[in-house]
């Protein structure tokens, strides 16, 4: 039967000797925190995923949301399950304490949502949409959505979703054809269909709110013409009660490949009435700010999900009786050695730990910085860290997922036929992880984000750069790390090259960017978790005689020397430039 114990030493590893934690919560707002209770918070996390959350996971992988008449009703056990959420505060963890939340650190907030989408990543869909909705609105809302809105969704006591994809348009949002038309109350009347609406129809909450990109007549072609409106499932009063129903449907639930406890809606506005937020024609930039929060947390959905499978690789390695050590019996007395003993079970096992705590890694980092670029006093300190949240939001994500779905198929590998087995957990796993490549933006377009934007057109690779410069030319002489900076100087000297070979090429053709951007995007987040797993080194030598900081030094040898090289084969690929890529003519394939 599938396992799951969240990692806690890890996480407090990583906080704390990894990325100085202490020092941390000396930002506004964050004084007080205690590693006490840190501890206690990320305690009652682990319990609430392990014990509430994790048991429900594969009975509503197989039951499935049920649709009948319009209204979606989730798996057994998810209405309780939420109302214990609400109950115990974990929606409001990062949201203000203004709107009745708890302040706490983006750091502190990733590790939750990591346990909670580790323990069920279908559960952890609907407040994650909330609380990317309430990003936005705290963001982007008048001082009016704000008081009938905010505190409902900070505390999860109404849910979330944003409103997006239609049927022609996914990634370019240009073509979208939903319209809001004025009223003379300055309410507006939207019209249109949304298709691919995660938790749009639910049974978890009393009201849904919907955060709706449309057109207003006469708005420009294209995406500056776009405007976002907020439209709730059910219209509030002043006084902040529900009202009557709003004229938006669930049409159509989609049957999917995973996530089957998250329903994915057709939602059909017809007249519905929303309100503007924001100025007319920015929608799509307002979005934005809800779209690289969820952009962060879909990263973590890969990595929680790079977790679990790990976990349970682990736990059957440890079980499962097959031949016999290279170097002979470990267990004479039993007909077998148990699986772990075996070199390519190891390797499997170290490349599913090496990925899985780098990208942990790398999404604290970020949201260290995220943290920063929000409370920092100096205003230069807050756009430096602005600069490498921009930059690392779409290596986040991308890299995440893919690291993400490659573990979990590492996971079902390792249990080999059981693995393939439903009741062993392995495969919802590879089918769960396999959508968070996809949404929030495909791991192609963060590619491009990340080439053409962030590096060639923001010019923000300093922003990188300079911290792991500053970290190889520290240490450079210290011989203990000599076996870990050596390989992070030449992946970072192979990225180095690669930026400026794209930037050189680009100058001439215009399709070398997207023809190397996907290559690049792995070669950046390759290094870039090579420099962490330097830093992790480093922390770990003091108290290298102790089995944990042993493993750890182990594991970032690992990637060094049977992950990392993979940056010279990226960097081949990326200097053979576009020409192969582009050589058939459309007409050819």
């Not at 976990?311 to 050695?337: F, H, I, M, T």
Request: proline letters at 5%.
């Amino acid at each position: 039967m599938p396992v799951f114990a969240p990692p806690l030493r890890d996480h407090l590893f990583c906080l704390y000797e990894l990325l100085d934690f202490e020092a941390h919560t000396e930002l506004p707002g964050f004084e007080g925190l205690s590693r006490d209770v840190v501890e206690a918070v990320l305690g009652q996390s682990a319990r609430f995923a392990t014990d509430v959350i994790f048991p429900l996971n594969r009975a509503a992988d197989e039951e499935g949301v049920h649709f009948s008449q319009g209204e979606v009703r989730t798996p057994r056990g998810f209405r309780e399950a939420y109302e214990a959420l609400v109950a115990g505060g974990w929606p409001g963890l990062t949201a203000s304490p203004e709107h009745g939340g708890q302040g706490m650190p983006h750091m502190v907030n990733v590790l939750f949502e990591e346990m909670l989408n580790g323990a069920s990543l279908a559960f952890g869909l609907f407040p994650g949409l909330t609380r990317g909705g309430y990003v936005l609105l705290s963001q982007h809302g008048s001082a009016e959505q704000k008081a009938l809105y905010a505190q409902k969704l900070a505390s999860g006591e109404w849910a979330g979703s944003m409103c997006l994809t239609e049927a022609h348009c996914g990634t370019d949002l240009g073509l979208l054809k939903t319209e809001a038309v004025p009223r003379p109350d300055g309410s507006h009347a939207l019209t249109g269909t949304k298709i691919f609406i995660s938790a749009g129809e639910h049974d978890l909450t009393p009201n849904i709110v919907y955060f709706v990109l449309a057109r207003l007549p006469h708005a420009p072609k294209g995406s500056r013409g776009i405007s976002l409106f907020l439209v709730p499932k059910f219209l509030v009063n002043a006084d902040g009660t529900l009202g009557q129903r709003n004229a938006v449907s669930c049409g159509a639930v989609e049957h999917k490949m995973g996530i089957h406890g998250c329903p994915t809606c057709v939602l059909n506005f017809d007249g519905a009435t929303g309100w503007l937020m924001g100025e007319p024609h920015q929608g799509l930039k307002a979005m934005f700010a809800m779209m690289n929060a969820e952009r962060i947390a879909v990263g973590i959905h890969g990595l929680a999900i790079a977790e679990a499978s790990y976990q349970n690789a682990v736990a059957y390695a440890r079980e499962r009786l097959q031949g016999r050590a290279p170097s002979g019996a470990r267990e004479p007395g039993k007909p077998a050695d148990p699986i772990i003993v075996h070199p390519d079970v190891r390797r499997m096992l170290m490349t599913q730990r090496a990925l899985t705590e780098g990208c942990r890694m790398l999404a604290l980092w970020t949201a260290q910085a995220l943290d920063v670029s929000e409370r920092h006093p100096e205003p230069a300190k807050r756009r430096q860290a602005d600069d490498l949240v921009a930059l690392m939001t779409p290596v986040v994500k991308a890299f995440l997922t893919d690291a993400g779905s490659d573990v979990a198929n590492l996971g079902v590998q390792v249990l080999g036929g059981h693995g393939f087995i439903r009741a062993n957990g392995q495969e919802q796993y590879v089918r769960d992880v396999r959508i968070t490549q996809i949404y929030e933006g495909t791991n192609g377009i963060q590619s491009a984000d990340l080439l053409s934007r962030k590096i060639l057109h923001l010019g923000l690779f300093g922003s990188f750069a300079a911290p792991v410069r500053a970290f190889v030319t520290a240490h450079e002489e210290d011989e203990q790390l000599a076996d870990i900076l050596r390989p992070l100087a030449a992946a970072f000297d192979l990225l180095e090259d690669s930026t400026s070979l794209i930037r050189e090429a680009a100058a001439v053709h215009p399709e070398e960017p997207g023809a190397a951007a996907a290559d690049y995007l792995r070669l950046f987040a390759l290094t870039a978790v090579a420099y962490l797993w330097a830093r992790a080194a480093k922390a770990s030598l003091p108290r290298s005689n102790e089995s944990f900081y042993r493993a750890k030094l182990a594991t970032a040898r690992f990637f060094m020397q049977r992950i990392l090289p993979d940056a010279a084969a990226l960097h081949a690929r990326i200097a053979a430039g576009a020409g192969v890529v582009m050589e058939m003519d459309e007409a050819m394939f």
